[in-house]
């Protein structure tokens, strides 16, 4: 706690110096003696004017070495790893004086942190787990917000990457190395980077910044429900929940996965890749539920595209449709209502959106059909006018040589007389 408390007056003391010996001396060493000072100009610490001493320790008034790092003015060399979180805690978790700086900012990184399985590992010394500087890099630190800092969404998952998919550095580990590979297949990482949607969810999202896991969720397996809300309430009522609950490898991510979810269809229900075959034989409950589901499912789907191409092709001819392209939306979120159901994992349940999308599915394309017989006739009528009018121009052309011959018959007659 002492530290806590002297750390923070030295940086304020850093603050106020004009003249800062260590980023000058430090600027003309060489390698990792001035690399710090060479990277430190666009660091968040010093944009808030704190220097080197506010981490280092020491005298930032002094030229001389031996005194602007002595240890008797609170020097401390190269931070040893298994001291960083306590480091950094010196201000981060002092709500007085990071107040100072701004007053939102949260204060509850390092109790966090303690709570991960980084944070009591590190506790019992092992330095290879992450430390507050292997996710916020150090003497560069940025701004989380800044899209060049390490711990942006979009590039978050190659930071934690760095340790996690390193096979030889997680050895002696035992745990898996294919997160980050796998998540880079996921439609989240494609919701992530090709749709830029940055509320689809990386590394952080479901495993927390600090802690193990993100406030409100009993375990990073229940997170899945945190943004599907409706899935979840569905899921939560249904058969399944009493059989594997959200909590260790259960909940969604039987049938789903954790990190490399893919964009699901009702090949997972039916067919050699069904998931639910790996528990439920095709002629159990279970089974014959999914073939149904698909079953209805894929109809639902095979209708409205039907109704659709109908649709588009009476569009390009012209005919008035809006009416049913409004309605067919609705069936469309007939589908994305019956999919949702789905994780009832009642037949009934499945079964009504779907007989509601199938009705409008037949209804639009009926309005199609119409369209485009309306359209037959039109093209009949005005083919009638067309020829109605040929034959007029025609007669009337017969008329005038007629009229033009007989005039000039009297002319010659009258020419010879
Ligand atoms: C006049 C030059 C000079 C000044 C001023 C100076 N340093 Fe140094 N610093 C050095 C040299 C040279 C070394 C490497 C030799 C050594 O460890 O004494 C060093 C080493 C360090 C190290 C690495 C120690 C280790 O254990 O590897 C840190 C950290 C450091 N300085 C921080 C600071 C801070 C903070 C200040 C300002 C309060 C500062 N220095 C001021 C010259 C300077
Ligand atoms: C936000 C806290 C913080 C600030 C500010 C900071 N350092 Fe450091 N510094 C550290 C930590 C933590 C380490 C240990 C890094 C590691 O283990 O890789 C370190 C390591 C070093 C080292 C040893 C490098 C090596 O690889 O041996 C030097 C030298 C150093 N700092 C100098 C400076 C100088 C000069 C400044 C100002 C320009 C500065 N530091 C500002 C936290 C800080
Ligand atoms: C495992 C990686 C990781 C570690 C370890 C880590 N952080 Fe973070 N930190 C993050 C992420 C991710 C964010 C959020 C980025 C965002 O909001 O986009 C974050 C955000 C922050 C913020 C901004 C305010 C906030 O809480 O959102 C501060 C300050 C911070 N971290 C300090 C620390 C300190 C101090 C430590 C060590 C005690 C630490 N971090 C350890 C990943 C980490
Ligand atoms: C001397 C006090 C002090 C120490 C020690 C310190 N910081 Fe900071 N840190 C600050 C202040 C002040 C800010 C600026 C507050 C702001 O603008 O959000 C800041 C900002 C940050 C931010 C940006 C937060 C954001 O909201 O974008 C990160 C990340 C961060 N520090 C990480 C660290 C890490 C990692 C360490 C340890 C290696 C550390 N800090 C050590 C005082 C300190
Ligand atoms: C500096 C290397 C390093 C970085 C960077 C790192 N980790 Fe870790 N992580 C470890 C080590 C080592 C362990 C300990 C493995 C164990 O105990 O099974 C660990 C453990 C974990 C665990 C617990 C695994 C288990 O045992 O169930 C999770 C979850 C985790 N890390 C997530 C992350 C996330 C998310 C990030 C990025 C935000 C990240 N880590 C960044 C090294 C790292
Ligand atoms: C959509 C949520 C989600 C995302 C995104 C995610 N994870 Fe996970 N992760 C999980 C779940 C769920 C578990 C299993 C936890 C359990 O069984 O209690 C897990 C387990 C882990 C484990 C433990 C070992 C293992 O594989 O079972 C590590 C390490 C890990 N994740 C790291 C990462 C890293 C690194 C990233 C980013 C590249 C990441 N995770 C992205 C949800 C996610
Ligand atoms: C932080 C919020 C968040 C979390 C946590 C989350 N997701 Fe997602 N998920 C999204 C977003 C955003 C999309 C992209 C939506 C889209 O494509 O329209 C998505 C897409 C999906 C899709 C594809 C939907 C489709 O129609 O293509 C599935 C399946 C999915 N998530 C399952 C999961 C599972 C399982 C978990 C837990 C392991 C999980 N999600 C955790 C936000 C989240
Ligand atoms: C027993 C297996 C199973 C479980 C458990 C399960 N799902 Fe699904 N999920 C499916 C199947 C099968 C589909 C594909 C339906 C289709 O597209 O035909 C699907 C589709 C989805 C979709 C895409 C829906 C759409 O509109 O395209 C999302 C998102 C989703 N599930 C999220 C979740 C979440 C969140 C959980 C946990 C609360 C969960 N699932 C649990 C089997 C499951
Ligand atoms: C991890 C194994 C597992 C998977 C995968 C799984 N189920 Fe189940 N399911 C169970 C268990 C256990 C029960 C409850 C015991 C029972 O009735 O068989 C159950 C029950 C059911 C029931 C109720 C059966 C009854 O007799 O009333 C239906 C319907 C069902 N599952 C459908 C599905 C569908 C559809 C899928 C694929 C999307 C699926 N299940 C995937 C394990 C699983």
């Not at 030295?10 to 060493?29: M, Q, T």
């Amino acid at each position: 706690m002492r530290t806590i408390r002297w750390l923070p007056l030295l940086a304020s003391i850093a603050l106020l110096p004009a003249k800062d010996s260590c980023v000058e001396c430090h600027s003309n060493l060489d390698g990792n003696l001035q690399r710090p000072a060479a990277l430190f100009k666009g660091d968040v610490h010093a944009v808030s004017h704190l220097s080197c001493a506010g981490c280092h320790g020491g005298d930032a008034n002094s030229d001389d070495p031996t005194v602007a790092m002595s240890p008797a003015k609170g020097f401390r060399g190269k931070v040893a790893r298994t001291g960083i979180p306590k480091l950094c805690a010196s201000c981060h978790s002092d709500p007085n004086y990071m107040r100072k700086y701004r007053p939102q900012q949260r204060v509850d990184q390092y109790q966090l942190y303690l709570t991960s399985v980084h944070g009591k590992r590190l506790e019992k010394g092992d330095a290879r787990v992450a430390t507050c500087i292997d996710c916020h890099s150090v003497h560069d630190i940025r701004a989380v917000k800044d899209a060049a800092a390490p711990v942006h969404p979009l590039k978050l998952p190659a930071t934690c990457g760095h340790c996690h998919a390193d096979a030889a550095r997680m050895a002696s580990y035992k745990i898996p190395t294919t997160q980050l590979e796998e998540y880079r297949g996921s439609v989240h990482w494609e919701a992530l980077t090709k749709r830029g949607d940055l509320s689809a969810p990386n590394c952080a999202s479901c495993h927390g910044n600090h802690g193990a896991k993100p406030p409100n969720v009993e375990s990073v397996a229940a997170v899945c429900g945190s943004c599907h809300v409706l899935h979840e309430k569905f899921f939560a009522q249904s058969v399944h929940n009493a059989a594997f609950p959200s909590g260790q490898g259960g909940g969604c991510m039987v049938c789903h996965s954790n990190h490399g979810i893919h964009k699901p269809s009702t090949a997972m229900l039916a067919g050699k890749d069904a998931v639910c075959s790996q528990c439920h034989e095709a002629d159990s409950n279970g089974g014959k539920m999914a073939v149904q589901a698909a079953r209805r499912l894929d109809g639902l789907a095979n209708a409205l595209q039907v109704s659709e191409q109908q649709l588009a092709l009476a569009d390009k001819f012209g005919m008035d449709i809006a009416e049913a392209q409004l309605r067919l939306i609705e069936g469309k979120e007939s589908l994305i209502k019956a999919r949702l159901a789905l994780h009832s994992f009642e037949e009934q349940e499945v079964g009504k959106p779907v007989d509601a999308g199938l009705l409008i599915a037949k209804e639009t394309k009926a309005a199609a059909d119409a369209a485009l017989h309306e359209k037959d006739v039109r093209r009949i009528g005005l083919a009638a006018s067309v020829l109605f009018i040929a034959v007029s121009i025609l007669a009337l052309w017969f008329l005038i040589r007629r009229i033009e011959t007989n005039g000039s018959a009297t002319l010659t007659r009258r020419t010879i007389l």
